[in-house]
């Protein structure tokens, strides 16, 4: 079945560093992908989307591409500040087999230290 | 996309008491799904509500427990019934509308058993 897999925290960066969170999934058909963020307290926003290979995702400087060929879309943005503390969800919808839920990851805890 | 008003945003609640979750939409949509969020976890889909027809739940869960009210295409309600302190989460309803890239959120129902 499908599923994403997305590495573990906590992240500990300090500010203005640069931000990598891996995710790779496995999917039947062709999804779309996922970047959502829960800061402290707060519900799920919608960082940003892909929805076919080779598009990029973007928002508030966070970046990521739908890579087809690696099965990943790792989560990145170029100087991270102290507002950034969340928690960082990827997950995929794949409609192929008539399952419309979201498939989660784990969720990776970022930490931004002044 | 749909906007979600999601009622109570919290509560505290005696244990073997039941409480309920309403989400309004503010347009009409075929697929509505409510999510549990356990402290430090990621999302867990409860069920799928569809309008005109039985709620489907996911492995884990029953309707005895959760059970689901979808009397429209914009409105729907979770019981959480019989509660006790493992019952406290975060519970999210969420709908999709007719591309698999486009889910909207509640923000959320931070329930505390006591």
């Known amino acids: 079945g499908n599923s994403v897999t997305q590495m573990e925290g906590p992240v500990t960066l300090s500010e203005e560093a640069f931000l990598t969170i891996n995710c790779t999934y496995t999917?039947?058909?062709?999804?779309?992908l996922f970047w959502y963020v829960q800061y402290p307290g707060e519900g799920l926003q919608l960082l940003l989307k892909?929805?076919?290979a080779d598009d990029k995702g973007s928002n508030k400087g966070f970046e990521a591409t739908y890579r087809k060929e690696t099965t990943s879309f790792h989560l990145e943005k170029g100087s991270v500040q102290v507002s950034d503390s969340a928690v960082y969800f990827c997950?995929?919808?794949?409609?192929?087999?008539?399952?419309?839920?979201?498939?989660w990851g784990a969720g990776t805890k970022l930490i931004i230290k002044p | 996309s749909a906007v979600i008003s999601q009622k109570p945003s919290r509560d505290i609640c005696q244990r073997g008491t039941s409480l309920t979750i309403q989400c309004q939409v503010d347009?009409?949509?075929?697929?509505m799904f409510w999510y549990r969020q356990q402290p430090g976890q990621s999302l867990t889909l409860i069920a799928t509500?569809?309008?005109?027809?039985?709620?489907?739940?996911e492995s884990g869960f029953v309707i005895d427990k959760f059970p689901i009210s979808r009397p429209n295409l914009t409105f729907s309600t979770l019981t959480v019934s019989n509660m006790s302190p493992e019952d406290s989460s975060i519970y999210l309803c969420?709908?999709?509308?007719?591309?698999?890239?486009?889910?909207?959120f509640g923000s959320g129902t931070r329930l505390t058993v006591v």
């Open positions: 997950a995929l919808s794949d409609w192929e087999d008539s399952n419309y839920q979201l498939i």
């Open positions: 969420s709908v999709a509308g007719t591309e698999n890239y486009g889910y909207t």
């Open positions: 347009s009409q949509v075929t697929m």
């Open positions: 999917a039947t058909g062709y999804p779309s």
């Open positions: 509500a569809n309008q005109g027809s039985e709620a489907t739940y």
């Open positions: 892909a929805t076919k």
